[in-house]
């Protein structure tokens, strides 16, 4: 906000001589708004990438009618489901039916708050960041259960219980391992959290500890993935066996908002991994930071590096959900409770150990050398992996399809 | 929303626990393959009690039959299992050339086994397909029904339709294999076994969330799957090796080399969702291995008329019979009367989807919701049949 004002003046000077609360409106509601576009406009980009990313996994070319190669398509739906009906089934609680979709996505936006997209480029800097986040997220439960109870449909009620059940569950690991990088810095505030990773690539929370960070952060994505309701565990809204779960009687721009909420959640979690393991804003290598290397050391590059960061985690979900089948309600239990809080108390107590010695505060010695190539290298080779299967695969079918090919048309 | 005449005894919603509640779960529902409904008593995600209630796709086949000729059945019987229409007709065909004591030529047998065993690839692949989205998992899907077009392509090409084909016909088939026919399915199934088919068992069949979620769920032991008439996979899946085209051979499938495959139990105990539908994704490789040596024999064949000398208005003389032959789906029988007229005097089915469904409530006792759906899918049915 004093960010803002101060920006503000340097172009109107005039603006010293408002009154208190129009000044407030303005430093204060101006970066809320821009934020709050920038987000309700990407699920506009999330759900088109996630279309194309699917279509090339499956051997399918995905959307290319609307504008070109289909780009604009999620708008054409989002206008779609804009001017539709929204039908209220009549025995609906419509009160709470109609608040149920604002508080999911209530829960979605607000995290952005405090979100660091640079030094000085972050709305709130909060010094209990961390707990807010899990705090406004865990929000959308509430909405999911609410929507339901109020659709007054059974598979809607189970949709919502389950969600519930499973949220509550995830919520617990992942809570503990959100503490891992608050014990090492010592601060809840996000903002401290990034910067206590700066100076390149192998400072990164990911990468130090080397064994144990790694395995923080893939117990933190899976139970993320439980929380924003994603597959393998999508169970809340599983189509196939609860029609729609929590929105099977939504419809219209009912229904788009929790569309948006799911796909604005995804990005929450991407970017709240990000800044709590791969180094929020901070780019890689300490050069690329600023447009420096071209001779404009006052451009910072940071939001850009926390979007490539979310970016790259948001696309792993996709492949994610594209790749596994779905988990059955026990079995997420099974996974939450046996296996990954098991795992999130021993890393907790470790790490808490670990950062009391001296020696250790921060990272062991060998992290410099090997944590960061080999934990890059893994993902690369996974990446790499999926590409070349998906194009071997094309490729061979498309050699032996030839002669029958040839022999269609003669 | 239970309906007086659904809820007879126990299933009275008065009587319910406090806890409980029924839930419908059809017909109009993604998972039910057709208009299936099955009412469900739950416990929260315990299912307690289910029913299942057929007959929301009768379409009166039998009493058609008995209305036109024999040839005439033909698009009907093509209409009761829609995903695979050649095994219907050839099992109608071979009813009626029974009763007719017409013999066809080696020459249509091997037209019919390729034609047929193509439908079977087609057929799991749409089983196994759905079955991995029912679970979840939609990629495995697209995967499979690219190959799935490419021999509706060649059906298309062979005879004109891609679903409902009217192909076989009384004593023999409607139209020849095209020149080029038998290039075309080779290069069909060296891609299937190449790249699709270690695809999906990579891609899904072995994938730890799939195992996890099948490989303990609906156990048919091999004494129910016998006392409730299951046939086909269903059995197959549940370790008994009953396979009508080894143990009744008709059509020639004594002179092909291939094995019956069965539930293994790799992951659990033999008899679960997992083994029926593991049935279904090895069949698929000894299809191809039979269509493989179908081929050969077919290209060294010399091309006879696919059309056996039959009347043009088939009368069958007065007298009475049941064939069976393994369809995709397991034994589809066909009871054919004959009065000496024209018309057939009753065809009556026996569909293997329909006597799958009946141990339905067996195995669903229990279970949780999302097991329900496995199961559903785990029979492969298709409603079109179950209800004719």
């Not at chain 1, 509430?142 to 389950?162: D, E, P, T």
């Not at chain 2, 190449?194 to 899904?204: A, H, K």
Request: hydrophobic share 50%.
């Amino acid at each position: 906000m004093d960010a803002t004002y101060a920006f503000l003046a340097s172009f109107v000077p005039e603006i010293a001589g408002w009154p208190a609360w129009a000044l407030m409106l303005v430093s204060a509601g101006l970066p809320a708004l821009a934020c709050f576009m920038f987000m309700s406009l990407g699920p506009l980009v999330y759900v088109y990438a996630e279309r194309k990313i699917s279509a090339f996994m499956q051997d399918r070319i995905g959307p290319n009618r609307v504008g070109p190669i289909g780009l604009l398509q999620t708008l054409a739906d989002t206008i779609k489901l804009l001017f539709k009906e929204a039908i209220f089934p009549k025995k609906v609680d419509r009160k709470l039916f109609v608040i149920a979709p604002i508080l999911v996505n209530v829960g979605a936006f607000m995290p952005f708050l405090v979100i660091p997209w640079g030094g000085r480029l972050q709305p709130a800097d909060l010094n209990v960041g961390v707990f807010y986040v899990v705090a406004i997220a865990s929000l959308s439960t509430v909405g999911l259960i609410m929507a339901g109870w109020a659709s007054n449909n059974k598979y809607s009620l189970f949709g919502g219980m389950r969600s519930a059940a499973q949220i509550v569950s995830y919520e617990i690991p992942a809570m503990m391992i959100l503490l891992v990088p608050v014990m090492i810095v010592g601060s809840l505030s996000l903002q401290d959290i990034t910067m206590a990773q700066h100076g390149g690539l192998q400072n990164w929370f990911l990468f130090r500890y080397f064994p144990i960070m790694p395995v923080a952060f893939v117990v933190f994505f899976v139970a993320g993935l439980a929380e924003v309701n994603r597959a393998p565990f999508d169970i809340p809204e599983a189509e196939s066996e609860l029609v729609g779960g929590f929105h099977t009687e939504y419809s219209g721009f009912f229904f788009a908002m929790f569309f948006m909420a799911e796909y604005t959640e995804m990005f929450v979690l991407s970017a709240t991994a990000t800044v709590l393991f791969l180094g929020g804003y901070l780019a890689p290598i300490p050069a690329l930071q600023t447009l420096g290397f071209i001779g404009l050391p006052h451009v910072s590059l940071g939001w850009l590096w926390l979007w490539f960061k979310a970016w790259f985690l948001v696309f792993v979900m996709m492949w994610l959900r594209w790749t596994l089948p779905r988990s059955r309600v026990d079995q997420l239990m099974h996974i939450a409770w046996k296996v990954l809080l098991p795992i999130a108390l021993v890393l907790v107590v470790v790490v808490g150990g670990l950062v009391l010695w001296p020696a250790t505060a921060n990272g062991f010695f060998w992290d410099r050398w090997v944590g960061w190539p080999l934990t890059l290298g893994l993902v690369g080779f996974l990446l790499y992996v999926m590409v070349r299967a998906l194009q071997w695969s094309r490729r061979r079918a498309q050699e032996l399809a030839a002669p029958a090919r040839q022999a269609v048309t003669p | 929303m239970a309906t007086p005449e659904t809820i007879v005894n126990d299933w009275d919603p008065d009587a319910l626990d406090t806890d409980e509640m029924i839930l419908q779960m059809g017909p109009q529902h993604p998972a039910t393959h057709g208009a299936l409904r099955v009412e469900l008593r739950t416990d929260g995600e315990i299912v307690k009690a289910a029913r299942p209630h057929i007959g929301y796709l009768h379409r009166c086949f039998e009493k058609h039959c008995e209305n036109v000729d024999y040839p005439g059945v033909m698009p009907y019987a093509d209409r009761m299992d829609y995903c695979a229409s050649m095994g219907n007709t050839l099992g109608f065909a071979l009813a009626v050339e029974k009763l007719h004591a017409i013999q066809v030529s080696p020459y249509v047998d091997t037209v019919r086994v390729i034609m047929a065993e193509l439908q079977r690839i087609a057929s799991h692949i749409l089983g196994v397909g759905t079955y991995s989205m029912d679970i979840g998992a939609f990629t495995p899907f697209l995967h499979l029904v690219r190959d799935r077009e490419k021999i509706l392509d060649l059906f298309e090409w062979t005879c004109g339709a891609r679903l409902l084909y009217n192909y076989n016909w009384v004593g023999g088939v409607s139209h020849d294999v095209p020149e080029g026919f038998v290039k075309a399915t080779g290069a069909l199934l060296r891609e299937f076994d190449s790249v699709t088919f270690p695809e999906l068992l990579d891609l899904i069949i072995h994938n730890r969330i799939f195992v996890r979620r099948l490989s303990h769920v609906g156990v048919c032991s091999p004494e129910l799957a016998i006392s409730h008439d299951l046939t086909g996979p269903n059995l197959r899946g549940s370790g008994i090796a009953r396979d009508l085209r080894k143990d009744e051979p008709y059509c020639g499938y004594q002179n092909y080399d291939f094995e019956v495959c069965l539930g293994k139990g790799q992951y659990g105990p033999v008899g679960s969702c997992f083994d029926r539908n593991w049935v279904r994704v090895v069949e698929m490789r000894e299809s191809s291995k039979i269509l493989h040596q179908a081929l050969d024999r077919l290209e060294k064949m010399e091309k006879a008329d696919v059309h056996e000398k039959v009347p043009k208005r088939v009368k069958p003389p007065k007298g009475e019979v049941y064939f069976r032959s393994e369809a995709p789906r397991g034994q589809l029988g066909y009871y054919v009367v004959s009065d000496g007229n024209v018309n057939p005097y009753r065809v009556k089915v026996k569909s293997p989807c329909f006597t799958a469904m009946s141990v339905f409530h067996h195995l669903a006792k229990g279970m949780m919701i999302a097991d329900i759906i496995a199961l559903i899918g785990s029979f492969d049915i298709v409603l079109g049949e179950i209800d004719r």
